[in-house]
């Protein structure tokens, strides 16, 4: 068995660093080979097929880590900042959600008049007072007070803690 360990080992090693296997690697790689011949020797049934066994076994068992490998390799955080979209962590997404559903309860607790034109403020880089005036039935000049008013309603249900 040591005169066969000593031949075969070198070329053992040759067909398992051509899988691209660093030292380490390939020490296992051939370690499994070697004890699954131990287990699996008396299954050989030709003596002269021993060495094309082993050199099998030996492909077989680095083919079979250079997939593993393949998967479980790791990668530095640089690297993937790189190819990964910016995106907000979860815990950052839900306190945005906390408080959005904090801020739009606390406009819930206002009246309706209050809600429609928060609404639209809200929702519109420069609303046309106009058209808003005619929509809630309030002159354009009282626009801007009035909607003073519902954002201090507004804050004061928030730090009530009415958001909820």
Same mark, same amino acid.
């Given at each position: 068995?040591?005169?066969?360990? $000593?031949?075969?080992? &070198? ?28 287990? !699996? ?5 030709? &003596?002269?097929?021993? $060495?094309?066994? !082993? ?16 998967? #479980? ?11 990964? &979209? ?7 997404? #839900? ?12 406009? #819930? ?12 403020? #809200?929702?519109?880089?420069? &609303? ?29 249900? !928030? ?6």
């Amino acid at each position: 068995m040591d005169e066969l360990v $000593a031949t075969m080992t &070198p070329v053992l090693w040759h067909v398992v660093r051509a899988y691209g296997h660093d030292r380490e690697a390939a020490e296992d790689v051939i370690q499994a080979t070697w004890v699954g011949f131990v287990r !699996l020797h008396q299954t050989i049934e030709d &003596p002269k097929a021993v $060495a094309s066994w !082993l050199i099998t076994s030996a492909r077989r068992g680095a083919a079979a880590h250079a997939r593993t490998a393949r998967r #479980a390799a790791p990668v530095q955080d640089e690297t993937l900042h790189a190819v990964l &979209p910016d995106e907000e962590s979860a815990e950052a997404l #839900a306190v945005r959600g906390d408080e959005a559903a904090r801020l739009w309860g606390a406009v #819930a607790s206002v009246d309706e008049r209050c809600r429609k034109l928060l609404r639209v403020v #809200a929702f519109m880089d420069r &609303p046309d007072y106009h058209s808003l005036s005619q929509d809630l039935d309030m002159p354009v000049g009282s626009i801007g007070p009035t909607r003073a008013r519902c954002l201090a309603k507004v804050r004061t249900a !928030l730090t009530k803690g009415g958001g909820r």
